[in-house]
């Protein structure tokens, strides 16, 4: 380990195990999604994406909340605006809970959207410049509970919410 940054150990994040907290959730908010709009006609695509991401972002702002302090510490070691803004970890987890509370009640959806587009874009920055570094820390946005590395697979998630949001502005 060299001052604030940790190099990444040999092999790790490089097992499907290691990444079994978050399939788990992901998994649990896919279920969770279906059987919120299993009522709805042909399944649409707008319910059922706002009900998933409205769920994975609600687990995950959970989290982190468990441990705020926790959160913050990881996320400043590769948050681009953590790093610069003290607060901003201790806020983080309040914006992303208020995203999937309005995703699951369809408040303000464009807002809503493009917010979501804002927030992970800027966070898969500060993934990509961590992953090129080499940093090894377990990924804050599971919190200080589950222990999953910091790794393409958080790059993935951030640019997933991206994508998603951005199709929800043309549906």
Do not use: Q
């Amino acid at each position: 380990m060299t001052g604030d940054i940790h190099v990444r150990e040999e092999g790790r994040g490089s097992s499907l195990a290691d990444y079994a907290p978050l399939l788990t959730l992901v998994g649990v908010a896919a279920l969770a999604a279906l059987a919120i709009t299993a009522g709805f006609a042909a399944w649409e695509m707008r319910p059922l994406m706002h009900a998933y991401m409205g769920v994975f972002l609600v687990i995950f702002a959970l989290l982190k909340l468990f441990d705020l302090s926790g959160f913050k510490d990881g996320f400043h070691m590769y948050d681009l605006l953590a790093r610069r803004v003290e607060g901003y970890g201790y806020v983080y987890p309040f914006i992303e809970l208020g995203l999937g509370l309005a995703f699951l009640s369809f408040a303000a959806p464009t807002l809503t959207y493009w917010i979501t587009i804002i927030v992970f874009s800027f966070g898969a920055l500060g993934v990509v410049k961590a992953l090129f570094e080499g940093v090894d820390i377990d990924c804050p946005c599971m919190g200080n509970i589950l222990s999953v590395p910091l790794s393409t697979v958080t790059l993935t998630e951030d640019l997933a919410m991206v994508l998603m949001s951005a199709i929800l502005l043309t549906l």
